[in-house]
């Protein structure tokens, strides 16, 4: 319910502390410049919270998704090199 709340108010400020210094991650060590903007990755500049702007939620599952995803396409990529020597 507080979802839909947020999306018929257009709340834009942190989920957590309720802040409105709020701005979109550029880079981060899990998905460089590409995995951030795919995720809508943002961070409080209050309390240092990040979330997916569109959802309001934590991220962690969309992270843990897209680096797996990255090892398979990387792991198959390796095998597929190698095995072409």
């Not at 934590?58 to 990387?74: D, K, R």
Request: aromatic content about 14%.
């Amino acid at each position: 319910m507080a979802d839909q709340l947020n999306e018929f108010t257009n709340e834009t400020g942190c989920p957590k502390c309720g802040s409105g210094i709020v701005s979109p991650v550029k880079y981060t060590w899990w998905g460089g410049l590409l995995g951030p903007k795919m995720l809508h990755h943002t961070k409080c500049n209050a309390c240092g919270y990040t979330y997916n702007s569109k959802t309001r939620k934590s991220n962690t599952n969309g992270i843990i998704i897209y680096s797996v995803i990255l090892f398979a396409i990387a792991f198959a990529l390796f095998f597929i090199a190698r095995s072409s020597y």
